[in-house]
């Protein structure tokens, strides 16, 4: 237990501040300011990998991580689709995966936000459109924001999820 | 006849590309055979401890099919060929000597029409969104509507009894983690049995292979499970070279065994702290994914990428190391294998930890060696191979990785084992960085013929990877098959989680951290 103690002490705080908003991102203009209005800075995200190859998945885990401590800006990632405020969508989405990705955004209560995160995610990437892909997120449901990259960093896949939540600027919390 | 008859017999018969010595990977010899050489063999190297690494499908310029076979043991690589007649669409199915081949047999039959004797037949990659008669590898005309909102039925297996009830969890998982399904038959918290349904994420990998340059593969390669870019990227890199006939320089194969020690050490940090977080230990997982955003970060500044997706190109490696990037390497992996070994004792010298992870998902080694359980798992159940000691390619020949082995098969060998390996791999790394030949890191290959034939073999952090590549006219691939060792190793973590309790199910699963992705391809 004091070694446990001591490591935790001699690391500290590390945590970097947040990435700024980046209006590049937006994919609609609907602004979400109602969410605002509702959630505050409080943000519940569920996770769902579409038919990624598991690269964005890593990179979404690393804002668990102390650095990004993600939690610490009021977001966090939950069990359940009934208790998310935004969907947050990797891959193309494998036609073996498109009724639960459906089923998942209807289980989301409104309003809500939908990020499609990675190259995949944004325009179906290097596995396009097959017989056993339906491309991108945004072919199966509705999405808000898109964040590219292969994998996209942490860091741009936050400045994503801020994107989607904030607004215009001038709306912005 | 000992295993060594059989590769005796296939250089004899060097009659294709197929036949003989095999280019690419070191130690892989090809055989055409008939019906009964193919079960003779299936049998014999059952017998004999041998390994089924992978089994596939193919076919001929005529459209015949040719199923094919690959398998290890310390003498080498035998990759078997069955061609059938024109017509023939079943063959000899192997289950009975390798139960891991029941699935890809499976797979083979959803993707390629071809089927084994084999008693089952569900399909396994072809949910209900494609019709039973479309072959995805075979038809070349456009593939049929998608039927998107059907529910599909799957015959999983019941199990009877007072109290029984089951658990369906997936394909969306409550984590941050890829899509699947698992059937829990459970008494109380008592698990009887688990049935897994995967092939979610199937996007389409091989058939987009054959849509693709031969140049070009290592990126589609690269992005089959993308916690094993490395690893998949330079396996079809060794397939094209060998295919080429090209030796890459010294300094490429040293930087690529650099980016597939990188991969190791960040995958085991990642899964480590995750495995002490599902026994209730956040501080690991505070820990060490801080110590892999050190690493990732590193891996930037040095190497240009976070994740290494695009490294290893075929001729050689996408960028240099630079002076000062070895530095930062170096100063980077130091701190990194001091606080490793602090936080080693910490995890060792925690009670309640030790608790959660002694006996917990056992997998004896007679288990172990039936089913085929390979990689960094299979070396936690007394199973001792690994490609890079037993096997070696360059420059592994020199480097002389340390295996590592336990025997106790449950979670707390497996995390033995991954910190091993998590240390010998930041060993090698600091001699790499310290002796890496000079030269150039990049060359240019040239195009393989039409029917050239290659297989690559690299071991990434998860296990072994074998990729066969077979070259079509104009510099096209013809037929490319990825196979990741998540095909042995999903079929014994049913085993692993039998009469354990339901809650250690996560902390049992993430100790292996199989592959979705590299499995549903």
């Known amino acids: ?173 | 006849m000992a295993l060594e008859g059989w590769f005796g017999r296939a250089a004899d018969r060097a009659e294709s590309t197929a036949s003989g010595p095999i280019r690419g990977a070191p130690g892989v010899f090809g055989l055409i055979v008939q019906e009964e050489e193919w079960r003779e063999i299936a049998e014999h190297w059952a017998a004999a401890g041998g390994r089924l690494s992978s089994l596939w499908a193919s076919r001929d310029a005529a459209g015949s099919g040719i199923v094919r076979a690959a398998y290890v043991a310390e003498a080498g690589t035998l990759v078997v060929s069955l061609p059938l007649r024109s017509e023939q669409d079943h063959y000899p199915g192997i289950e009975r000597w390798f139960s891991s081949a029941a699935r890809m047999q499976r797979a083979v039959a959803d993707l390629s029409g071809l089927r084994a004797s084999d008693a089952d037949t569900r399909p396994w990659l072809r949910h209900a969104v494609w019709p039973d008669g479309f072959h995805p590898l075979n038809n070349e005309g456009t593939p049929p509507a998608s039927s998107a909102g059907v529910m599909e039925e799957y015959a999983f297996v019941r199990v009877g009894g007072d109290g029984v009830h089951e658990i369906p969890v997936g394909p969306v998982h409550a984590g941050i983690i890829e899509p699947g399904h698992f059937r829990f038959s459970v008494v109380g918290e008592k698990v009887l049995r688990l049935e897994e349904r995967l092939g979610y994420v199937h996007k389409g990998i091989e058939r987009r292979f054959t849509e693709m340059a031969l140049c070009d593969g290592s990126r589609l390669a690269a992005r089959v499970s993308g916690d094993s870019a490395v690893a998949f990227s330079w396996a079809y890199c060794q397939a094209l070279e060998g295919m080429a006939e090209t030796r890459v320089s010294s300094r490429a194969l040293w930087l690529r065994s650099l980016a597939l020690e990188l991969e190791r050490l960040a995958n085991h940090l990642g899964d480590i702290g995750a495995i002490g977080n599902d026994a209730g230990f956040a501080f690991g997982l505070a820990q060490f994914s801080r110590l892999k955003e050190q690493l990732l970060r590193a891996n930037e500044q040095a190497l240009g990428q976070r994740y290494l997706m695009d490294f290893v190109v075929p001729g050689g490696t996408r960028c240099d190391l630079t002076l000062a990037g070895a530095d930062l390497l170096l100063d980077s992996l130091r701190s990194i294998r001091v606080e490793i070994e602090t936080l080693r004792k910490i995890y060792e010298e925690h009670a309640g930890l030790r608790d959660r992870f002694v006996g917990a998902g056992i997998v004896t080694p007679a288990l172990a060696a039936k089913m085929g359980l390979c990689g960094f798992a299979g070396r936690a159940s007394g199973q001792a191979f690994d490609l890079r000691c037993d096997l070696p390619c360059d420059p592994y020949r020199e480097l002389e990785p340390k295996k590592s082995l336990r025997s106790g098969g449950d979670v707390a060998a497996r995390v033995e084992v991954r910190f091993d390996e998590a240390a010998e791999s930041l060993r090698l790394m600091e001699r790499i960085l310290l002796q890496l030949p000079g030269g150039a890191h990049a060359g240019v290959i040239p195009i393989p013929d039409e029917g050239a034939f290659g297989i690559g073999m690299i071991e990434g952090w998860r296990g072994p990877i074998l990729l066969a590549i077979e070259a079509g006219a104009g510099g096209r691939i013809r037929r490319c098959h990825p196979h990741d060792p998540s095909w042995q190793n999903w079929p014994v973590i049913e085993h692993a989680v039998i009469d354990n309790i339901v809650p250690d199910f996560p902390l049992i699963n993430k100790s292996f951290n199989l592959s979705y992705s590299g499995h549903d391809l």
Do not use: W
């Open chain 1, 1 to 173: 237990m004091l070694k446990t103690l001591h490591q935790i002490g001699r690391i500290g705080i590390i945590t970097e501040p947040a990435p700024d908003i980046d209006d590049a991102l937006r994919v609609t203009d609907a602004l979400q300011s109602k969410i605002l209005e509702v959630l505050g800075r409080a943000l519940c995200i569920r996770a769902v990998d579409a038919g990624s190859c598991n690269g964005c998945e890593l990179e979404i885990h690393a804002l668990n991580n102390p650095l990004y401590n993600i939690e610490g800006l009021g977001i966090r990632f939950v069990a359940s689709p009934r208790h998310a405020d935004l969907l947050l969508v990797t891959g193309p989405v494998a036609k073996n995966m498109e009724l639960a990705l459906q089923r998942t955004y209807q289980a989301t209560p409104d309003p809500k936000l939908v990020v499609a995160v990675g190259d995949c995610g944004c325009t179906g990437g290097i596995f396009g459109e097959s017989y056993a892909s339906c491309g991108r997120v945004s072919n199966v449901i509705p999405v808000d924001v898109a964040v590219p990259g292969c994998p996209p960093s942490p860091r741009q896949i936050l400045s994503g999820i801020l994107t989607a939540i904030s607004g215009s600027p001038v709306n912005g919390p």
